[in-house]
């Protein structure tokens, strides 16, 4: 493993986001992973096309590919494991594939079904992206989703909202809506069903898996138009918000 490599992993073993304590242990993954072979709408994400035929063992594999361990394994009773040499490298591919898209000037939308977690790794991504010359695509707000709620925008960054809280959501309905105004688009760094619908459609797709997200590991095995990094929580003490392992965009060398 290079220095540079070294350095992601152990950031972001420090940050919790990798390694032998994160949050989904074995329990709650194979708990999902069953919800996926019972075609759950709230965990296929909008792919049930791609997803046709899942089965176990396709989609244990799936995930233990993406996360560098057997979803089950566990060294700290209730915590997962998650590799994180193979989390830096998802790091680094995935924002290699923003740069790219960004500097040819491309048309990237951003959205996060975990506004509370995640917003603030969205912004700077889609700040960053802007510097380097991409275009940041926003819509309008159309129609109501789960729980009544609108689509929403923290700056140029799609969510779910009611115009005083965000909300967490794994419904793939508002990016659809996304998609339908905004015409092509090159690039969606998104996560749950705003990744989920992106992907269905075809279009290139930056995704933010959590380790207990196996619809994402088992179309990314099967071909999909997909780069994962992935993403576990790590337990923070209570009023304080999750916040990602760097602000800086994920390519930034320093």
């Known amino acids: 493993m290079n220095l ?21 242990g074995a329990d709650n993954n194979l708990y999902k992973i069953g919800l996926l072979l019972d075609h759950d709408e709230n965990n296929t994400f909008g792919m049930e096309n791609l997803l046709r035929g899942v089965g176990f063992e396709e989609a244990y ?11 089950d394994r566990e060294e700290n009773p209730g915590r997962g494991c998650i590799d994180p040499a193979r989390t830096a490298e998802g790091l680094l591919a995935a924002g290699e594939r923003i740069r790219d898209v960004a500097q040819r000037g491309g048309r990237l939308v951003f959205a ?3 506004p509370g977690a995640m917003m603030l790794y969205y912004l700077e991504l889609a700040r960053w992206s802007e510097g380097l010359g991409a275009e940041v695509v926003t819509a309008e707000p159309r129609g109501r989703y789960q729980k009544g709620v609108s689509l929403d925008w923290a700056e140029s960054v799609a969510t779910l909202g009611d115009g005083a809280s965000l909300f967490h959501t794994h419904d793939p309905e508002p990016m659809r809506d996304v998609l339908r105004q905004t015409g ?16 269905a459609a075809g279009v290139s797709t930056v995704v933010v898996m959590d380790t207990n997200d196996p619809a994402f590991a088992v179309v990314a095995g099967r071909g999909a138009d997909a780069t994962r990094r ?3 929580r ?9 916040r990602s ?6 390519t930034e060398r320093g």
Do not use: M, W, Y
């Open 245 to 250: 392992p760097r602000q800086a965009p994920p």
């Open 4 to 24: 540079l490599l070294t350095q992601h992993a152990d950031r972001l073993c420090n940050a919790g986001v990798a390694g032998n304590f994160t949050s989904h």
């Open 184 to 199: 092509d688009i090159d690039l969606v760094v998104a996560d749950h069903g705003f990744a989920g619908a992106a992907i």
């Open 61 to 71: 594999d799936a995930v233990g590919r993406q996360i560098g361990n057997p979803p």
């Open 112 to 114: 996060t079904g975990h």
């Open 230 to 232: 992935d993403r576990v």
């Open 234 to 242: 790590k337990r923070q003490p209570q009023g304080q918000s999750e």
